[in-house]
């Protein structure tokens, strides 16, 4: 089954503590990013990957990191998380970058306290 | 940087009548414009899209209108049933910001019995 999976699907954690939400897409695209849901804000791009060790900012990057050492996964890490960064998070991906449909993954709902 | 607004944030229609969400954009340049539906606690999954070379497309109960000269595209909802019970985003991009996708804040739509 074509799919984009996301983990963890929930996460609770601490300021400051180090934490990686993983994504991985089995439909051999080249292109994958990840979002942010906010309400009353829409989704709003944290970064994007056009292909392997190809990464760039989105519209809202500060205080993430993205890698794309292969090309079905790209891992968002939060180095120093704070609870502004609590929120709704998406990995999506796309056979023709974000011209085409974008895939999403089911979300990660992060708090941090 | 293109701006993507997005009207009403909230509509309520009775089944079976029809439903229009407005999306306007600021920049002229922009020439690709997908609608996506989120059910609740669900991710966002692409309806229908449209490029700026046509000026209407139609899928089944679902339609999408252009106006290039206003800049603004609009969703139609037709013979709305309860499952059309959402949240739509609309988004805008163009060619040369590598197709950066600017979303519009969402309009929940309720489908009252």
């Known amino acids: 089954e074509a799919q984009v999976t996301q983990n963890p699907r929930y996460l609770i954690t601490v300021t400051g503590k180090k934490l990686t939400v993983t994504c991985s897409q089995n439909m051999n695209h080249e292109y994958m990013s990840w979002y942010r849901q906010d309400p009353g804000l829409g989704l709003r791009q944290i970064y994007y990957?056009?292909?392997?060790?190809?990464?760039d900012k989105g519209d809202v990057p500060e205080g993430y990191k993205v890698s794309r050492k292969e090309k079905r996964n790209f891992p968002l890490i939060l180095e120093s998380p704070s609870p502004n960064q609590t929120s709704l998070y998406f990995c999506?991906?796309?056979?023709?970058?974000?011209?085409?449909?974008?895939?999403f993954g089911p979300g990660t709902r992060l708090t941090v306290t | 940087g293109e701006n993507v607004e997005q009207h009403p944030s909230t509509l309520s229609v009775q089944e079976g009548d029809s439903a229009v969400i407005k999306c306007t954009y600021s920049d002229s340049a922009s020439n690709y414009f997908p609608w996506y539906k989120q059910e609740l606690g669900k991710r966002p999954q692409l309806i229908i899209d449209?490029?700026?070379n046509v000026g209407e497309k139609k899928d089944q109960r679902i339609a999408v209108t252009l106006n290039k000269t206003a800049k603004h595209f609009s969703l139609h909802i037709t013979e709305t049933q309860p499952e059309d019970s959402a949240v739509y985003f609309c988004a805008a991009s163009r060619w040369d910001s590598n197709y950066q996708l600017i979303w519009g804040a969402g309009t929940k739509l309720i489908i009252k019995p």
């Open positions: 449209i490029r700026s």
């Open positions: 999506a991906s796309s056979s023709g970058g974000r011209a085409y449909e974008q895939y």
């Open positions: 990957s056009m292909n392997v060790e190809v990464t």
